[in-house]
């Protein structure tokens, strides 16, 4: 987990409220990526950004949304849209040099009251 | 969309025995990982094997490729109660965008 933090680690929110998840890096790489993981499941890609300002849909996107305005950090904010929002939600990111290998972060676990 | 599908989805084991776990894939890929998450906590990654490559070490990992068959596999031999966690493939496609599709993980109990 070093070098890339998430926070907070427990998050709880009520139905219909916007929650923004934070995720900070030190590790000087380019990309950042938004996983959602539901129990006993897999990694699903949210969102990601290769670099600065730039940022592209993964295969669950609808009812989230991202910024990209700092090479450390990749804020995901889960909207009232996101019809099933409880989960527990990963941030990795990616170096130029670390080939294909995407280090994580600790997690974030949201839960919607 | 989910690529991987691993196999078994639950593995239990005793101390000192080997575990295998296999993973299998849909399209054609650069390279294929291995990565290991414990209870509630963030992915690490364990192992890269790329898709030129038919079998790769690290420590008391051991994955192989297969291509042809579009499956890998990971063996942790010597098992210890500290392995126990959920394993999971990932792969890299051949446009290689930088994106990993994740396989639904085996989750592997080691007694002791």
């Known amino acids: 987990d070093g070098g890339i933090t998430q926070s907070p680690k427990y998050l709880f929110r009520k139905e219909g409220q916007n929650v923004t998840l934070s995720c900070e890096q030190n590790?000087?790489?380019?990309?950042m990526y938004w996983y959602r993981q539901d129990p006993g499941q897999g990694l699903r890609l949210i969102y990601y950004?290769?670099?600065?300002?730039?940022?592209q849909k993964g295969d669950i996107a609808e009812g989230y949304s991202v910024s990209r305005e700092k090479k450390e950090s990749f804020p995901l904010t889960v909207t009232s849209a996101q019809k099933n929002p409880t989960a527990f939600y990963l941030c990795?990111?990616?170096?130029?040099?670390?080939?294909?290998?995407?280090?994580f972060g600790p997690g974030t676990r949201l839960t919607v009251l | 969309s989910q690529q991987g599908e691993e196999d078994p989805q639950a593995l239990s084991i005793q101390e000192g025995e080997n575990a295998t776990m296999n993973c299998s894939y849909k399209?054609?890929?650069?390279?294929l990982q291995w990565y290991r998450q414990n209870s509630g906590r963030g992915l690490v990654h364990l192992i890269l094997?790329?898709?030129?490559?038919r079998e790769k070490h690290s420590g008391r990992l051991r994955v192989t490729l297969d291509t042809s068959k579009k499956s890998s596999s990971l063996l942790i031999t010597a098992s210890r109660a500290a392995d126990t966690a959920s394993y999971f493939c990932?792969?890299?496609?051949?446009?290689?965008?930088?994106?990993?599709?994740f396989g639904q993980g085996t989750t592997l109990q080691v007694k002791p």
């Open positions: 990795a990111t990616m170096g130029v040099r670390s080939a294909d290998t995407q280090y």
């Open positions: 590790l000087n790489h380019d990309a």
């Open positions: 950004s290769q670099i600065v300002n730039d940022f």
């Open positions: 399209t054609s890929i650069n390279n």
């Open positions: 094997i790329r898709s030129n490559e």
């Open positions: 990932a792969t890299v496609g051949s446009s290689n965008t930088g994106k990993l599709i």
